[in-house]
């Protein structure tokens, strides 16, 4: 069963949204960048909390039948990057988001709502 980028963005953001993940937002990259087609970003208020975002959303992209291609971070908790094929997300630490600011550097990119 191949799960479709947009039902990938959806899992993601409902299991960060399920963690009580905080500013979760995602962005649409088709039109700017090969990279992927959504990057999905939010941050947690602790290490353990970071670490359960990214257990979540592992948990659900595999029940959908989808895989994890890599997945970094999840031991030091300060940036956990997950790549999901056509969606990549990242999870920050509260003082990690603020201090790459990513939604900055990807401002091209079009917001996508989210749940």
């Known amino acids: 069963m191949t799960v479709s980028p947009k039902e990938l963005l959806t ?18 990259l088709k039109e700017i960048s ?13 290490d353990t909390q970071v670490q359960s975002i990214a257990s979540e959303v592992r948990k659900r992209v595999m029940e959908a039948g989808s895989t994890i291609r890599g997945m970094e971070g999840v031991n030091s908790a300060r940036w956990v990057l997950m790549d999901l094929g056509d969606v990549i997300v990242h999870i ?24």
């Open 34 to 46: 090969s990279i992927a087609d959504y990057f999905v970003i939010c941050h947690g208020n602790s």
């Open 92 to 115: 920050f630490h509260r003082d990690e988001r603020e201090y790459y600011n990513i939604e900055r550097l990807w401002s091209d990119a079009k917001v996508v709502e989210t749940v």
């Open 11 to 28: 899992i993601a953001l409902e299991a960060a949204d399920d963690k009580k993940a905080s500013n979760i937002v995602a962005l649409d």
